[in-house]
C-alpha cells in the first residue's frame, strides 16, 4: 500500500491566545495576526498537491483552513473528530486562575496524568489520543497514496508528534506547537512518522507557542 502524505497546521492566533486563555472548545476567532498567518501558510501551500483539507469545526481552525482551500482549490471538510481538548470548566480561564483556585486540579494537569479529565465534562489526555487517532486513521485510510491538510489545535498537534515519535503522555516537551507552522507526517496502517516539524520559514514575525489552545 501507499502511505498517505499529511500536512498538519495549527489554527493561526487568537486574541486568546495572546492572553494565555483557555479556549478548548469555546469557538474563539483569529486575529489580525492569526488571519495573516492563515493565508502566509495557505501562499506557501499553493503548489502543493493536495486531494482534500480536513478542518476542526471550531472558527479558529475552520476559517485558517478556509484560506488553505481558496489558495489551494482543494474541498475543505469540517470533522469534529479534530477538535482541541475539551477542558470543561476552565474554558475561558487562565491557568495561573486554575492554579489558584484549584490547585490539586493544576497540579493534576501540569504533571499531564493521563487519565485526569477537568471537571464539567473535560477530556482526558487518553480521550483526547484516543479521539484524534481514530480520527486520523479514519480520514488518512480514504486516501491512500495522496496528500491532506489537517487544520487542527495545539493539543492536538502534540498528540499527533507523540504518536508519530512514540513519546508518551508525560514525556517532556521539547518541540514547538507554534501557530501556522507547517508539519508532515506520513501515515499507514501501522502509524505515523514523522518528515518535518515546525516549519516557519512562511512567517515573517513571530508566532505564538501555546499548549493549551
Request: hydrophobic fraction near 40%; charged fraction near 20%.
Amino acid at each position: 500500500m501507499h502511505a498517505t502524505r499529511i500536512i498538519a497546521i495549527r489554527h493561526g492566533e487568537t486574541t486568546w491566545n495572546v492572553d494565555g486563555r483557555i479556549q478548548g472548545h469555546l469557538d474563539i476567532p483569529l486575529n489580525d495576526t492569526g488571519l495573516w498567518q492563515a493565508e502566509q501558510a495557505a501562499r506557501a501551500l499553493a503548489e502543493e498537491s493536495i486531494a482534500a483539507i480536513y478542518s476542526s469545526d471550531l472558527l479558529r481552525a475552520h476559517v485558517t483552513a478556509q484560506a488553505i482551500a481558496r489558495s489551494s482549490g482543494a474541498p475543505l471538510y469540517a470533522d469534529a473528530g479534530l477538535r482541541e481538548r475539551c477542558f470543561g470548566d476552565f474554558q475561558g480561564r487562565t491557568f495561573k486562575d486554575v492554579e489558584a483556585s484549584q490547585p490539586e486540579d493544576a497540579q493534576l494537569w501540569r504533571t499531564r496524568n493521563p487519565s485526569y479529565a477537568p471537571p464539567g465534562g473535560g477530556d482526558s489526555l487518553l480521550a483526547l489520543r484516543e479521539r484524534i487517532s481514530s480520527t486520523v486513521d479514519r480520514i488518512a485510510s480514504q486516501h491512500e497514496g495522496e496528500q491532506i491538510v489537517l487544520v487542527a489545535h495545539g493539543g492536538v498537534m502534540d498528540v499527533l508528534y507523540r504518536m508519530a515519535t512514540r513519546q508518551d503522555f508525560q514525556a517532556p516537551r521539547t518541540w514547538e506547537l507554534t501557530n501556522a507552522a507547517i508539519n508532515r507526517l506520513l501515515w499507514t496502517p501501522d502509524g505515523l512518522s514523522l518528515v518535518g516539524w515546525a516549519d516557519t520559514a512562511h512567517l515573517q514575525q513571530g508566532s505564538r507557542d501555546e499548549t493549551h489552545s
